[in-house]
Structure formats: structure tokens, C-alpha cells
């Protein structure tokens, strides 16, 4: 099993960005996807948590409406959207999946390799 993430970089506050979880040797429908991300000198924390490849997704507080979902079920990738992006949205942003409903970093399953993102004027 593999998770490739990609699609991270350097943007201003206010751009977009659109992250890529591409997974290989498993099929994400049945599992929990979730991104997480951690920044310097901080606890890595969930950012999304989302059922099989057409299941509802939640969201932390903290990027709500500014976040979403999308999911190619061909390609078994999912997609991070971020807007309106704030210098705190800075880290090291990581896609997982997992058997675990709420999707808790220490219940994940298999990681992909973080993708750096950087919000920065």
C-alpha cells in the first residue's frame, strides 16, 4: 500500500492550493481518508476525516468552508482543496487512511509522505 501526496508549495494568504492523495496497492472505497498536518514545533493534527471514495467528510473547525473534498475514483485519488489560505494553514500536510471513524492519527494505517505547504506574503 502506498499514499503519494503532492501539490504542496508557497502561496499567499488568501490563494488556493489543491493537494493530491494518490493511493496504490489498495482501493480507497472501505476506508476512512484523512489529511492531517503539522507544523513547526507543533502536535500534528486532522484537518479532514472522510468515508470510502463517495462518503461524506468532516472538517476541522478551524478550515471550515475554506476546505473541501473531491475524490476520481478512476484515478483513486483524493484532492484537498484549500482556499482562502491564512500564513496559520502553514505545515507539513499528510494523507492517511484507516479502519477508525474518527479517523485518530495513532489508528491510521498506512501514511503517504507530507507535501509542504507555506502561506506567506
Known amino acids: 500500500v502506498q499514499l503519494q501526496a503532492s501539490g504542496g508549495g508557497l502561496v499567499q494568504p488568501g490563494g488556493s492550493l489543491r493537494l493530491s492523495c494518490a493511493a496504490s496497492?489498495?482501493?480507497?472505497?472501505?476506508?476512512?481518508i484523512a489529511w492531517f498536518r503539522q507544523a513547526p514545533g507543533k502536535q500534528r493534527e486532522g484537518v479532514s476525516c472522510?468515508?470510502?471514495?463517495?462518503?461524506?467528510?468532516h472538517f476541522a473547525d478551524s478550515v471550515k468552508g475554506r476546505f473541501s473534498i473531491s475524490r476520481d475514483n478512476v484515478k483513486n485519488t483524493v484532492y484537498l482543496r484549500m482556499n482562502s489560505l491564512k500564513p496559520e494553514d502553514t505545515g507539513l500536510y499528510y494523507c492517511?487512511?484507516?479502519?477508525?471513524?474518527?479517523?485518530?492519527?495513532?489508528?491510521?494505517?498506512?501514511w503517504g509522505r507530507g507535501t509542504q505547504v507555506t502561506v506567506s506574503s
Open positions: 492517511a487512511i484507516g479502519r477508525d471513524q474518527h479517523c485518530m492519527v495513532t489508528r491510521m494505517d498506512n
Open positions: 496497492g489498495v482501493t480507497l472505497d472501505g476506508y476512512y
Open positions: 472522510g468515508v470510502g471514495v463517495d462518503g461524506s467528510t
